[in-house]
């Protein structure tokens, strides 16, 4: 999978961090435990050695909550190789661990069976909950829980005494309970970081496929819509063509059916087009043509209105809900907009400027009549504007 994570995302660094951010609770807690073991054997171990290991391990649990808030704001941890900081990591634990190791065999000197029991006690607790925060880490576990119950264990067993061994035993079988679980722990969290690694990935490259299915999508409505303005529009002119034409007025017609509104078709030729052809040149007659489409499309401007190029010189407009005299004022305003734009037409035998003759039709739809019925009555009319000297609506 072809799919970039940021390093603070792969399961080593991940590791360290999760190291750090565990240690802010879990130092605290070393220290509570650590005072209550002051408070419960200030009594029974002379005042300078409790005092001594006191001292020493707030001083290294103060340190190190400085250290862990100092990585985690600036995330050091990452300025390095992972296995470095997680040795970083491990040295500060182990220094905790070794001074707890070193109060399980101080203090079991100077005290009575029962308070060896309380001792046991409290820095199991501590070794288990260290051991917990440490389950990123096998390794740091390992360490952390051998350098608190080792010493004791040596100490307890080279001793003889019957009570000693028995607590010796114990601790054997302490430490390797807390080995066996932490172990067990230490290998669910280091598969959920993976995992966890895994699912970024999957996330990410499903997120990438995401966008690029996005993108081609946007590409295929962009060329959807170019295509079908392609089919739908007049190259020359810019204007609907015939099939739009087609298209709208089935639409138009049927809605008009439904609701039983006037349809109105407007049919408009160029007259003598043939001549300004002739007499300006092919070229000069599109270029007339897109100015009279432009005309046209300036008049019809409502937004049901169609103005389409129908045939060669001849325009068409569909006016939906519009009525025959509505329909014939529009052509009015076309032809004489036409007139106004004022355009030369030498050869005409109208006019010395361009003219158009136009033909309007209206409807009212019913089951009976077919859409198309609108467009001959129209061209009908065009062709009395025509006969009838042309320059003209009908
Ligand atoms: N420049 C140009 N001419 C076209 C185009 N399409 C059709 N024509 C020309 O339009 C002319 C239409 O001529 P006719 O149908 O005889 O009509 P007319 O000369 O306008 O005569 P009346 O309509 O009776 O006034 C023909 O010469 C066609 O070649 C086009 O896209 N560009």
């Known amino acids: 999978m072809d799919v970039e994570h940021h390093q603070e995302?792969?399961?080593?660094?991940k590791r360290v961090s999760l190291l750090y951010s565990n240690s802010i609770k879990s130092v605290p807690a070393t220290i509570l435990n650590s005072s209550i073991l002051l408070v419960l054997f200030w009594t029974k171990v002379p005042w300078l050695t409790i005092l001594v290991w006191y001292s020493l391990i707030l001083t290294v649990s103060i340190f190190r909550l400085q250290q862990v808030r100092k990585e985690i704001k600036n995330k050091n941890y990452l300025k390095q190789p992972a296995n470095k900081a997680l040795n970083k990591f491990i040295l500060g634990s182990s220094f905790?661990?070794?001074?707890?190791?070193?109060?399980?065999?101080?203090f079991n000197l100077y005290t009575d069976e029962a308070y060896s029991l309380l001792m046991i006690w409290i820095v199991s607790a501590t070794a288990m909950g260290g051991s917990m925060s440490l389950a990123?880490?096998?390794?740091?576990?390992?360490?952390?829980?051998?350098?608190?119950?080792?010493?004791?264990?040596?100490?307890?067993i080279l001793s003889g005494n019957e009570f000693n061994i028995t607590m010796g035993t114990l601790c054997i079988l302490f430490l390797i309970v807390m080995i066996m679980l932490g172990n067990t722990f230490s290998t669910w969290v280091n598969e959920s970081l993976k995992l966890q690694y895994q699912n970024q990935g999957l996330l990410k490259s499903l997120q990438q496929k995401n966008e690029s299915l996005e993108t081609t999508n946007s590409e295929l409505i962009k060329t959807k819509e170019f295509l079908t303005?392609?089919?739908?529009?007049?190259?020359?002119?810019?204007?609907?063509?015939?099939?739009?034409?087609?298209?709208?007025?089935?639409?138009?017609?049927?809605?008009?059916?439904?609701?039983?509104?006037?349809?109105?078709c407007i049919l408009i030729d160029i007259d003598y087009f043939k001549r300004y052809?002739?007499?300006?040149?092919?070229?000069?007659g599109d270029q007339l043509l897109r100015q009279v489409a432009n005309l046209i499309s300036s008049q019809a401007t409502r937004a049901d209105d169609l103005v389409a190029r129908y045939g060669g010189e001849e325009f068409?407009?569909?006016?939906?809900?519009?009525?025959?005299?509505?329909?014939?004022?529009?052509?009015?305003?076309?032809?004489?907009?036409?007139?106004?734009?004022?355009?030369e037409h030498t050869d005409s035998q109208v006019?010395?400027?361009i003219t158009i003759s136009a033909g309007v039709a209206t409807i009212t739809p019913t089951n009976l009549q077919d859409c198309y019925e609108i467009v001959h009555k129209a061209d009908e009319k065009l062709y009395e504007a025509k006969n009838n000297g042309r320059n003209q609506v009908c």
């Open 9 to 13: 995302d792969t399961p080593e660094y």
């Open 96 to 106: 905790t661990g070794a001074i707890w190791g070193a109060s399980f065999v101080l």
């Open 136 to 156: 990123p880490s096998q390794r740091a576990q390992n360490i952390f829980v051998c350098l608190i119950f080792i010493p004791a264990i040596i100490m307890n």
């Open 229 to 264: 303005e392609q089919t739908m529009s007049d190259p020359l002119t810019g204007i609907a063509n015939r099939r739009s034409f087609d298209h709208t007025l089935i639409k138009e017609w049927n809605r008009c059916l439904r609701r039983q509104y006037p349809l109105s």
């Open 277 to 284: 052809n002739d007499h300006y040149g092919h070229q000069q």
């Open 316 to 343: 068409i407009v569909i006016l939906s809900n519009a009525s025959h005299d509505d329909a014939v004022m529009l052509a009015e305003r076309t032809r004489k907009a036409i007139l106004d734009a004022n355009m």
């Open 351 to 353: 006019a010395d400027i």
